[in-house]
């Protein structure tokens, strides 16, 4: 009886363990001053494999905003996915966070001058994709912990964008992290800092005028 | 003997399990300045499979009321079915109307259907209680209000205000011991500023928000407990 017992216990912890929340969230704006989520009431989901898709089709839009509590927008937990898709101009994705494992972030700007503001992951085996296709765009992004990646496009001019795998504290090394950054237009500019151990920078420009900046640090 | 009794009891058991109630009321009120129940003397069905369809036309109307010029009075509820698959309808097609302190609770499979044509309208409070339960709503004008509760299992919101500077809040799930699990949310605002806060506790949840206007706001959080 006692070795059923402990049997039934270990195959209830399992199966809580096992599952997902799978909670999905979906938000389409298609005018122009739209917001999704500010500092004091940020779009969250907390737990495990959870989806979110923002999309906002005009101009001026912003997911997030700023305020001393905008590090509460995101997603924490393992799995979650993240989709974020504005196709306007002067849109602005502010300070989303993903903490867990297993995370993935999507985010598309097609217009110009559109901003990504510090969105981080922090954790492990985390990926990021970010896809800036116009003029004058600019972001920053970091990761910490073991085992992400960060893929970042920009094809048109005047760009830049800044990387920081690891933020060069004790504890918040970025190891066995990879950065792939392509910009293919003019005048761009890129800033890679990587904090950890074998890591990876993959840093490719083809145009014009362009600059980079680059450190990689055991600690 | 004692197998045929047990039989015919089983048998009358079964027979005033599957019967429902089917109450109806319907209230048509066509001027303006109107009540059908408040707080103190709610309008109330009680069993199962009732039915409450009341069609206001005017304006400054009230289905359920604070009765807050009688503070000591009980505020909640004003409208209220207490079991299982019955059916709440309202309608309210001017302005300045009011749908307050609905609510369906004690059993499964309720639907709740709101309706508020004009502007400066507000619905409060609308609750449903239990699993399969289905809330629709539709405000068709400007400056409209509404909150609602849903708290269980599979149930469904679907809200659409097709106006200006419209505010709507839904919550499925308390944020306490009360969660709403394989819940469903609907949300469609077609104008300008409105602004949209959606709140789902517990797991296997979907909340589709859709703003196609300019200057709109949306709040959300998704948590698993």
Not at chain 1, 125 to 130: C, G, K, L, R, S
Request: charged letters at 15%; glycine letters at 12%.
């Amino acid at each position: 009886m006692k070795l059923f017992a402990t049997a039934a216990a270990i195959a209830a912890l399992v199966g809580t363990a096992a599952l997902a929340d799978d909670n999905d969230l979906f938000v389409t704006q298609s005018g122009n001053n739209n917001v999704i989520g500010n500092a004091d009431q940020p779009a969250t989901q907390i737990g495990t494999q959870h989806l979110a898709t923002f999309v906002q089709g005009g101009n001026d839009n912003s997911i997030g905003d700023v305020g001393p509590n905008v590090n509460n927008m995101g997603q924490s937990g393992f799995r979650h996915t993240l989709e974020i898709n504005q196709s306007g101009h002067r849109n602005n994705v502010e300070r989303y966070t993903q903490l867990g494992e297993k995370n993935e972030m999507t985010i598309r700007q097609s217009g110009n001058d559109n901003n990504l503001g510090l969105s981080r992951q922090q954790g492990q085996n985390n990926t990021a994709d970010v896809v800036q296709r116009g003029n004058e765009n600019n972001g920053t992004f970091r990761q910490l912990g073991n085992g992400n990646m960060v893929d970042v496009v920009q094809r048109g001019h005047r760009n830049d964008f800044d990387i920081l795998s690891g933020d060069f504290g004790a504890s918040n090394s970025c190891s066995s992290c990879d950065v792939i950054l392509t910009q293919p237009g003019n005048e761009n500019y890129a800033n890679v800092l990587q904090s950890g151990v074998s890591q990876l920078a993959d840093i490719s420009q083809s145009g014009n005028g362009n600059t980079v900046y680059t450190s990689q640090s055991a600690n | 003997m004692k197998l045929f009794a047990t039989v015919t009891a089983l048998a009358a058991l079964l027979g005033s399990a599957a019967l429902a109630d089917n109450n109806e009321i319907f209230v048509t009120q066509a001027g303006s300045d109107n009540f059908v129940g408040d707080a103190n003397n709610p309008v109330e069905q009680v069993g199962s499979s009732n039915m409450m369809d009341i069609s206001q036309s005017g304006n400054g109307n009230t289905v359920g009321s604070r009765a807050t010029s009688e503070p000591a009075l009980p505020i909640w509820p004003a409208a209220k079915q207490y079991g299982a698959n019955h059916d709440m309808t309202i309608v309210q097609s001017g302005n300045r109307n009011k749908a307050e302190l609905l609510q369906q609770r004690g059993g499964n499979s309720n639907n709740m259907e709101i309706r508020q044509g004009g502007n400066d309208n507000r619905i409060v409070n609308a609750h449903q209680f239990g699993n399969n339960n289905d809330l629709d709503v539709r405000q068709g004008g400007n400056e409209n209000f509404g909150n609602s509760l849903q708290v269980g299992d599979q149930n469904t919101i679907d809200v659409r205000t097709n106006g200006h500077r419209n505010t709507y809040e839904l919550d499925q799930g308390s944020f306490s011991v009360s969660a709403c699990t394989k819940c469903d949310i609907d949300l469609i605002q077609g104008g300008n500023d409105n602004m949209a806060t959606v709140y789902q506790q517990d797991f296997k949840q979907m909340a589709n928000i859709n703003q196609s206007g300019n200057g709109n706001t949306v709040y959300t959080s998704q948590s698993a407990n």
